[in-house]
């Protein structure tokens, strides 16, 4: 039986590995994930879980020992935040590179300078070429729901990528809220055990991961990382439906809300789409035909299903908790990338970017319904006036 | 050799069959050839041991150092900066010697200027 508990969303994430009960955890603590780490420690010393807790010097060697427990054949988690996957940028590379199914908690926030703790997307953007697979959670739940499934997506035999499960700092990952905590036999269960296919610990069949690799064959295995990329997108579905069915969920690619019969539709990531469809519930009460498109998987991105929910729209506003500096416009990516996915599949509707909550700035109601009537007033004119607002800041 | 496309090579750049790097012939980044000089070899093995490619050739059944495995030496010279029989005849001499000097037991040739 499952039950409800009132949780942080790192709590939840916490609880999510103890119940995956990992063989390594290599982290190190970094503000706002750090009670996810605290928390979990705790489980190690409570003799809850059978993890070997491995605690490094710094993000970098989080990571590594990551990589190296992997490599070995373990299933291995980890969590961070902003600078602290900064730091580990060079093995969160290879990671992914050597084929690692390493699952990460990633809180997402802002990174220096100036130095802020708070939340925003500019962390995991980074990493969006570093060939990781991607999920967004709204909440704690959907964090939690995301980490037990992101075991069973990276360690498919078709992927084989590492996993980061994000969800927004502060507001979620330290907000309590009603969390349904199923049985732990039953994550258990849906888990399953791993069965790594070339652990280095099978020393009877020795082998070598990481060696130098020239421009005579460097290339065939990152074509390999595309081809792992195009399977994962099909395994995130299987392994949905699977969890969908066993624990009543109702997991996809993406969660279109009031979006079907939609004139306009915000689309945005995290704790902002929860709060979008309260607007959405107050805008469709006065008789606006508004809909919003929450993204799960942005890596790999699914551009042609995204084109499919959206194409029937008369304006679309995007909005980006980071920014793609000196990009076109100086919009934020999920922008850049939604506009050139529906672009290229021909669907030509008029769009805006909306820049917001950098650095943790609050993004209230107001704001999202006046980015929906922006949106409407572009619907009726078929012009965007701005292709780039940056909402909320202090001219 | 033929290169392999990228469905048919182990993902992620593994090395699955252990001690394939025999088939991959580096003595042709050699610049300098280790050979053999007027010094008699004692054979201690120092070098053996101490070689980073496995070229150091020995007869195990007799116990004999035997030479060097040319196709896979990149000339590093370690086996001739830890030849004590090399030490032996620097400091009996009490002069710097060149490294190809003919007194030494092993010494370091460069490629071009091999006497076969």
């Known amino acids: ?395 | 050799m033929e290169q392999k496309g990228w469905r048919d090579i182990p993902i992620g750049g593994m090395i699955l069959d252990a001690g394939n790097a025999v088939e991959y012939l580096t003595g042709g980044w050699r610049a300098f050839r280790p050979v053999f000089g007027e010094a008699d070899c004692i054979h201690c093995f120092t070098c053996w041991l101490y070689c980073p490619d496995s070229s150091i050739l020995v007869d195990t059944e007799n116990e004999k150092m035997t030479g060097f495995d040319l196709e896979h030496c990149k000339g590093c010279g370690i086996c001739a900066a830890v030849c004590p029989v090399n030490e032996k005849v620097i400091k009996k001499t009490d002069q710097e010697l060149e490294r190809d000097d003919v007194r030494l037991c092993i010494r370091m040739v460069e490629e071009g200027k091999v006497e076969e």
């Open chain 1, 1 to 395: 039986m499952s039950k409800f508990e009132a949780l942080q969303g790192n709590e939840a994430v916490a609880t999510a590995m103890r119940q995956i009960n990992p063989d390594v955890v290599a982290a190190y603590p970094i503000t706002p994930q750090t009670s996810t780490v605290q928390k979990f420690a705790d489980f190690v010393a409570d003799g809850l879980v059978d993890t070997e807790f491995v605690c490094v010097e710094s993000e970098h060697s989080a990571m590594s020992a990551c990589v190296g427990a992997s490599t070995a054949g373990a299933r291995v988690m980890t969590a961070t935040a902003a600078n602290g996957l900064a730091l580990m940028w060079e093995i969160v590379y290879i990671a992914a590179s050597n084929r690692c199914p390493i699952v990460m908690s990633l809180v997402n926030r802002a990174l220096s300078a100036p130095i802020n703790i708070h939340c925003d997307h500019s962390d995991v953007m980074g990493m969006r070429d570093s060939g990781w697979i991607i999920l967004f959670s709204e909440d704690g739940q959907e964090a939690y729901d995301n980490l037990i499934q992101a075991v069973r997506i990276g360690e498919h035999p078709d992927v084989l990528l590492p996993v980061a499960v994000c969800q927004d700092g502060f507001i979620t990952s330290h907000e309590m809220a009603r969390v349904e905590i199923y049985d732990d036999a039953d994550v258990k269960a849906f888990v399953g055990e791993y069965e790594p296919r070339w652990p280095l610990l099978d020393v009877e069949n020795p082998k070598t991961y990481g060696p130098l690799d020239f421009y005579d064959y460097y290339y065939e295995h990152k074509r390999q990382q595309v081809e792992a990329m195009e399977h994962a997108q099909r395994v995130i579905l299987e392994v949905a439906e699977e969890f969908n069915r066993k624990f009543n969920r109702d997991y996809g690619l993406f969660e279109p809300y009031r979006l079907q019969d939609a004139r306009v539709a915000v689309v945005a990531a995290n704790s902002t789409a929860g709060t979008a469809k309260t607007v959405v519930d107050q805008l469709r009460d006065q008789g606006l035909k508004v809909g919003l498109l929450k993204p799960r998987v942005f890596r790999p991105f699914p551009a042609r299903e995204l084109t499919e929910a959206l194409q029937h729209l008369e304006a679309i506003a995007v909005m980006d908790r980071s920014i793609s500096f000196g990009a076109m416009n100086n919009a934020g990516p999920l922008f850049l990338e939604l506009a050139a996915a529906l672009t290229l599949h021909g669907v030509h509707i008029p769009m805006a970017d909306y820049v917001y909550g950098l650095g943790g700035r609050d993004v209230r109601p107001a704001e999202i319904e006046h980015v929906y009537r922006d949106a409407l007033e572009i619907a009726e004119t078929g012009q965007t006036e701005r292709m780039v607002t940056y909402l909320g800041v202090r001219e």
